[in-house]
């Protein structure tokens, strides 16, 4: 494998697969994954909502985050020493057909160059720049799409703040709602419960007061009827 390939692994190995940096104190969860410790609790949607690998999906508990120190001090290495060791590296490549130092890049072939590959008739008329230029508009490329990305990023942070936001302020409008509502039927029922007993009280005083008056008014009966003594 080419060294630059083995630099862009090494990258990639010490890269958190959620925020595509350089590890951030990382920390390592029980299923084996790394992560920035920022990048994974952000993963945590809710105080009550359960936090799972965003890797492999595993569920996660507090006690399984483990601080990952040799990580975190490879990430910074990495992060130092990998521009020095491209940059050295554009000087120590050459030519696999004639072995020259390739000193030149095509912009229709994407292909490095050396002296004796610009003189070839492939070459004679297609868009030729020494390398360094060709890495100075790489790297103006690069930034320019970095910071899109990172505007895109932000924008994206706001909205999804907002959202949250939203989402939270639904939650305690439905709360204050729901209160609003049990504590208005629970005055309505208590009302018809007084009601009814208002209404039952009424009725049974007015049977109580009517009973007296039902046996005054009953005619009395001869000595031996046989009416009265059913």
């Known amino acids: 494998m080419a060294a630059r390939d083995l630099i862009e692994n090494l990258k990639v190995d010490l890269t958190c697969s959620i925020c ?11 299923c084996g994954h790394s992560f920035c410790t920022e990048c994974l609790l952000h993963c945590k949607k809710g105080a009550d909502e359960t936090l799972t690998c965003p890797e492999c999906r595993g569920v996660i508990k507090s006690s399984d985050l483990v601080p990952n120190e040799n990580l975190q001090n490879l990430s910074i290495t990495c992060k130092m020493l990998r521009p020095h060791l491209l940059q050295t590296m554009v000087g120590l490549t050459t030519c696999d057909q004639h072995g020259g130092k390739e000193k030149f890049f095509c912009e229709e072939d994407l292909t490095l160059l050396c002296d004796s590959c610009l003189l070839a008739p ?3 008329d297609q868009q030729v720049i020494p390398l360094e230029t060709a890495a100075d508009k790489c790297k103006d490329k690069l930034q320019k799409t970095l910071t899109a990305l990172q505007q895109k ?20 409008e439905a ?31 007015e049977s109580r007061e009517a009973w007296p008056n039902w046996r005054r008014a009953r005619p009395s009966c001869p000595n031996n009827s046989r009416i009265c003594n059913r």
């Open 175 to 205: 709360y204050f709602l729901i209160q609003a509502v049990t504590s208005e039927y629970g005055k309505m029922h208590q009302f018809l419960w007084d009601e009814e007993y208002q209404y039952l009280q009424r009725v049974d005083q």
């Open 153 to 172: 990023e932000e924008k994206f942070k706001k909205a999804l703040d907002k959202t949250r936001r939203t989402r939270l302020r639904c939650k305690e």
């Open 122 to 124: 492939e070459h004679k």
């Open 20 to 30: 595509l940096g350089y590890f951030t104190d990382p920390v390592t969860v029980k």
